[in-house]
């Protein structure tokens, strides 16, 4: 029983920055790993960066060395700096959490916020 709520999502220029944040609510400590996802028209759903509970963080080839995954430190909140933004970054964000199968081991959403990266 996690919800999750993203937000930060706009429109901005090539070469700008966004942050977006996903505000975690519920059974906030029994989270392992949570990350970010997007989906543009067209193009599979992707994973674009995660963190576990420990630290440890993964990003998709086309965003490394761009974007920046992190959380605050009670772990309710993760964020995604976007930086160095391109017109194919444009897609719909979700923020994603993975439940400790200590629990009931479930795969939470968020609603989403779309990103749009445009002159």
């Known amino acids: 029983q996690v919800q999750l709520v993203e937000s930060g999502g706009g429109l901005v220029q090539p070469g700008g920055s966004l942050r977006l944040s996903c505000a975690a609510s519920g059974s906030i400590l029994s989270i392992n790993a949570m990350g970010w996802y997007r989906q543009a028209p067209g193009k599979e759903r992707e994973l674009v960066a995660a963190?576990?509970?420990?630290?440890?963080?993964n990003y998709a080839d086309s965003v490394k060395g761009r974007f920046t995954i992190s959380r605050d430190n009670a772990k309710s909140t993760v964020y995604l700096q976007m930086n160095s933004l391109k017109p194919e970054d444009t897609a719909v964000y979700y923020c994603?959490?993975?439940?400790?199968?200590?629990?009931?081991?479930?795969?939470?959403w968020g609603q989403g916020t779309q990103v749009t990266v445009s002159s």
């Open positions: 963190i576990t509970s420990g630290g440890s963080t």
């Open positions: 994603n959490a993975l439940e400790d199968s200590d629990y009931d081991g479930g795969d939470y």
